[in-house]
């Protein structure tokens, strides 16, 4: 089956599609998020950082600046006092020291004496200011200090002090001031220079961590290096993962369920009925219906064929019942019906005592507008709807009163009413009394028994005279030997229709085999 | 001030410094002759005040030493023990005296070079002498004032000024006018309170121009006054 090969393939790809752009949009979303999370969670760190770092060095610088500027007696209690209270101002500041060139004559704080007597300076700037950053040779009691002289003053600092502010917790942070690693927290902590690595968040699978690298440049290149196990950075951000991977799965089964639902649809036959019908790929025969006297035709029976894409045929025994269950037959009949207006209106209008029977169901009667959809397509070309017989079958009649009305007013607008497939359903004769209706379809079964002259026939006997004796036309399916012809003329049968008169032909097979007819006929009447 | 100037990078100074190079270079071969192989009598290497003056040389404070022979003498006498800064020190030493000095000269137009532990000051001449004057002109006071102040508390160096003349005029009169000029300027600075056994006085002339070219540029950056601050080490 070429559509539903088609069709499963085309389902099968969306769905697959559908789940992997999810699966996609789900992992983007939460990697983007979480980044975005971590990048603007360590530059608020590396800012606070940042301008903690450059507060301290600006302070330090002009704190010096201002002791060499106070002009005290050096070494005296004023210098000593005023050189105390610039420490203790900050917690950072771990000593402040007046020199005479390469001699400290006096000082406050931890750092006594001549110990702090670095060998190189890592900057000398234009300004005087000379600084040597925390290292080995800085290192007093432990601790690696930041050292900074200008003019007679000096003062240490323990960078520690100033990563320590409570919101490095739970990760490895690194300080670099001019390129110059200046803090770690912890102290010990091995952390890449900022030069190895890029700016913002980056994932070091092989060691299992999070670097993330932020750079200020406000007065100083101030770079944060910020190290993290990886398993941190997934406890933080789990609950959005979570929260995304719920809301990924509801997304995929939603759209598993839509493109379920949508196969299953679209692979019934119900659909592909519908869109037969909505590319009109339905046809319609017509198998004329005769006079058995003389063979004339009086009529046709419109059948609707559905040949399908793959050449395959389908049965309206199979494809009626489906769109009756489906609710959409009355589709299907008005179908039909546009069609005989269209094909054979014509001829329909020209000859009033022609009429062309049109199979009409439960749901047409019960649910359908039938009665105005054949006034509206009949008007437009102009036939009588005498020229339409309805067929209809037993079942469709047993006990819907809905059903005997819309029979009612239909035979009152003009339309004569026939029972198809009779014999086939309840097959009770006492129905026939109570329905109203002008004729009698006699079903193909007890035509094909004629020959064998078995028990069907006396039964086909006894509905040919409870025909008669209701008034009923009848009207013989499925004669296919003229013998049967002979037979059921005898018993007072006056139409009949079947191969041996003709098989369903095209609109056009058919009028050109109405014309041939017609010319008959007016050759027998001459 | 603001300590966000751009930082004095060694290494580029080390680049520019070139000429100053050359002249360590001359210096350090100098210094590790023995004391015993020098010769007191080479060129015109005297001591201003315990000997006779060179014939160009001008009546200077006693104390300073003129000639490169005399210096080399000078620094040798320096180099004490009690006198002289410890391994230990004299990085420590160097920085910060370069610190103190950039501080002092900030805003000026005298550079300032560094060569290992060695300070080198390049003042142009412009900014010093008017043209075929001794006189330091009255702007150039307050900076080299400052530079003494530096120079008298950082006091374990050897502070050597260099005249520098143009290319223009006779030789020997460049060389004696530029002999003269750095007598003068290290006489100012023993008057500003730099002991004057720390200093010396060498006149170049012509002989060292920082710029090789002749062109106007190069004159102007030929005519000037070096001053270089040795610290005293024990190892010398």
């Not at chain 1, 606070?48 to 704190?63: M, P, Y």
């Not at chain 1, 004796?469 to 013998?483: M, N, T, Y």
């Not at chain 2, 004057?196 to 004159?219: F, M, N």
Request: proline share 4%; with cysteine; net charge negative.
């Amino acid at each position: 089956m070429i559509r539903r090969d088609r069709l499963l393939w085309r389902v099968s790809l969306a769905a697959l599609a559908g789940v992997l752009v999810l699966f996609g949009a789900l992992g983007v979303y939460v990697r983007n998020e979480s980044l975005a999370a971590e990048e603007q969670r360590l530059e608020r760190l590396a800012r606070s950082l940042g301008v903690t770092v450059e507060n301290a060095i600006i302070s330090a610088r002009d704190t010096l600046d201002r002791l060499n500027g106070l002009g005290l007696e050096p070494c005296s209690d004023a210098h000593l006092a005023a050189m105390q209270n610039a420490a203790f101002a900050r917690s950072h500041i771990r000593a402040i020291g007046y020199w005479q060139a390469a001699e400290r004559l006096c000082g406050v704080g931890l750092v006594r004496g001549t110990e702090l007597m670095p060998q190189r300076a890592d900057r000398i700037y234009e300004s005087g200011v000379v600084a040597w950053w925390p290292g080995p040779q800085t290192e007093v009691g432990g601790v690696q200090l930041f050292l900074m002289r200008y003019g007679e003053h000096d003062v240490a600092m323990d960078p520690a002090m100033l990563l320590d502010t409570g919101v490095v917790e739970a990760l490895q942070a690194g300080l670099w001031v001019e390129n110059l690693p200046m803090a770690a927290y912890p102290a010990d902590a091995e952390l890449p220079s900022p030069d190895s690595i890029p700016p913002g968040v980056t994932f070091d699978a092989e060691h299992g961590r999070v670097i993330s690298r932020f750079s200020l440049g406000t007065v100083f290149p101030i770079d944060i290096v910020a190290v993290e196990p990886i398993a941190n950075f997934r406890d933080r951000y789990l609950p959005m993962v979570i929260m995304a991977t719920v809301l990924g799965l509801l997304l995929i089964g939603s759209w598993i369920y839509l493109v379920l639902r949508y196969s299953r649809h679209q692979l019934s036959l119900g659909s592909e009925l519908r869109e037969a019908i909505a590319q009109k790929r339905l046809v319609v025969r017509y198998q004329p219906i005769v006079e058995l006297s003389d063979s004339r035709c009086v009529g046709a029976e419109a059948l609707v064929r559905w040949r399908r894409d793959s050449g395959h045929t389908i049965s309206p025994d199979i494809f009626i019942p489906v769109a009756e269950a489906e609710g959409f037959l009355p589709e299907i009949t008005r179908y039909v019906l546009h069609a005989v207006a269209t094909d054979i209106g014509r001829l329909l209008r020209d000859e009033s005592d022609f009429a062309i029977s049109l199979n009409v169901s439960r749901q047409d009667l019960e649910e359908g507008d039938l009665e105005r959809v054949l006034s509206d397509e009949l008007d437009a070309v102009g036939v009588a709807p005498s020229s339409i017989s309805l067929e209809i079958t037993e079942r469709a009649l047993v006990g819907s009163e809905a059903a005997l009305r819309a029979i009612h007013d239909l035979r009152k607008r003009g339309h004569r009413v026939a029972i198809d497939d009779f014999g086939t359903g309840y097959s009770s004769l006492s129905y026939l009394e109570a329905f109203e209706i002008d004729s009698l379809k006699i079903d193909k079964a007890f035509v094909d028994a004629i020959e064998t002259e078995t028990v069907t026939s006396s039964v086909i006997s006894h509905v040919i005279e409870m025909a008669h004796s209701l008034d009923l036309d009848i009207v013989a399916e499925g004669i296919e030997h003229a013998h049967q012809a002979a037979w059921l003329l005898e018993k007072g049968v006056a139409h009949g229709q079947g191969f041996l008169y003709g098989k369903p032909l095209s609109a056009r097979q058919f009028l050109s085999y109405h014309r041939t007819d017609r010319g008959n006929d007016l050759d027998s009447d001459d | 001030m603001r300590v966000t100037e751009q930082p004095n990078r060694r290494r580029q100074s080390t680049l520019l410094a070139v000429p100053l190079l050359a002249v360590a270079l001359w210096l350090g071969a100098c210094g590790y002759k023995p004391l015993s192989e020098t010769r007191p009598d080479a060129e015109s290497g005297t001591v201003a005040g315990t000997a006779v003056p060179p014939a160009s040389g001008p009546t200077v404070s006693t104390g300073i030493a003129v000639g490169e022979e005399a210096r080399k003498n000078r620094y040798a006498t320096l180099a004490r023990p009690e006198n002289a800064l410890s391994p230990d020190e004299i990085g420590y030493f160097a920085d910060v005296h370069e610190g103190r000095l950039r501080q002092a000269l900030a805003g000026t137009s005298i550079r300032i070079q560094r060569v290992g532990d060695r300070l080198l000051l390049t003042i142009p001449g412009r900014l010093s002498f008017d043209t075929d004057s001794t006189h330091i002109i009255d702007a150039a006071r307050p900076a080299l004032a400052g530079i003494a102040a530096v120079l008298v508390e950082f006091d374990k160096t050897l502070v050597s000024v260099f005249g520098h003349t143009d290319n223009r005029g006779d030789p020997g009169y460049n060389q004696a006018l530029s002999e003269k000029r750095a007598i003068s300027v290290a006489r100012f600075l023993a008057e500003e309170g730099v002991a004057t056994e720390r200093l010396a006085g060498i006149g170049y002339g012509q002989r060292r121009p920082a710029l090789e070219e002749d062109s106007a540029r190069a004159r102007t950056a030929n005519r000037r006054i070096e001053i270089l601050i040795e610290p005293i080490s024990a190892d010398w």
